[in-house]
Nanobody, 124 residues
Framework: QVQLVESGGGLVQAGGSLRLSCAVS????????MGWFRQPPGKEREFVAA????????FYSDSVKGRFSISRDNAKNTAYLQIISLKPEDTAVYLC?????????????????WGQGTQVTVPS
C-alpha cells in the first residue's frame, strides 16, 4: 500500500514563504513521478507542478512559474514544494500525488496515489 503524507502547510502572510513536504512509503520512490496539485475553496482541483523520477525534468503551471519550485530527495523518499512570495490566491488545500510512469504529467487522472492534503492559507 502506497502512502503519501503531506506536511508544512499553515497560515502565512502575503509575501511569505513555505516549504511543503510529501513523504512516500510503500513503493520504490525513485520509480515515481511526483506531482503537486491544489484545490482552492469552492473551486476545482488544479495542477501545480510535477517532477520526474530523477529530479531533472520539472513542469509548472503558468500561474505559479517563478514562485514555486518542486524538488525531491530520493534518499529520503520525499518530494518538496517550495513556495515564495505567497499571495491570497494561493490559499488552497495542497495535495501530493504519485504516478507510476516515466514522464512528468499534468493530468490528475495519471496519478494513482494521493495524499490527504495540507492547508495553506494566505490572508488578504
Amino acid at each position: 500500500q502506497v502512502q503519501l503524507v503531506e506536511s508544512g502547510g499553515g497560515l502565512v502572510q502575503a509575501g511569505g514563504s513555505l516549504r511543503l513536504s510529501c513523504a512516500v512509503s510503500g513503493r520504490a520512490f525513485n520509480m515515481l513521478v511526483m506531482g503537486w496539485f491544489r484545490q482552492p475553496p469552492g473551486k476545482e482541483r488544479e495542477f501545480v507542478a510535477a517532477i520526474d523520477w530523477s529530479g531533472v525534468s520539472t513542469f509548472y503551471s503558468d500561474s505559479v512559474k517563478g514562485r514555486f519550485s518542486i524538488s525531491r530527495d530520493n534518499a529520503k523518499n520525499t518530494a518538496y514544494l517550495q513556495i515564495i512570495s505567497l499571495k491570497p490566491e494561493d490559499t488552497a488545500v495542497y495535495l501530493c500525488a504519485a504516478a507510476s510512469q516515466y514522464d512528468v504529467t499534468i493530468r490528475g487522472a495519471d496519478y494513482e496515489y494521493w495524499g490527504q492534503g495540507t492547508q495553506v492559507t494566505v490572508p488578504s
